[in-house]
């Protein structure tokens, strides 16, 4: 009986680890989900798309693997940091007013860029792709 609970409060644990990595963040007043470790997560990210309207995905140039521990910032028009949050993929959600902006994404010290734009009603998507061994 011992073992038994033990093995249900592990799993428990884990259900409840692997759902709080997909749980909204924020960055001062910026929302944002990150994750798609496993399908579990990519269904819980890809449910919550309409909720945001940038959204990221981060993969290898040679076999499109997932890849995660990328460091995202995003700045303004006026080149003000809005957004800044390390450790994030494969799939990355931010919930940004409309303007011009700009993101540096990095990955093991190679940062890809990308400029856009947010207007009402319409999402971004942006697919970054790093070389990897």
Known sequence: LATSALALGLTIGCANAVFAQVQPQSYESIQYITGGIGNAEQNELKSSQKDYNLHMTF?????QAFLSD?????VDKDNKKVFDAANTGPYLNVKLP???YELTATYKGEARKHAFTVAKGKAEKAVLRWPTE
């Open 98 to 100: 409309d303007g011009k």
């Open 59 to 63: 993969s290898a140039v040679k076999d």
């Open 70 to 74: 990328v460091a995202v910032q995003i």
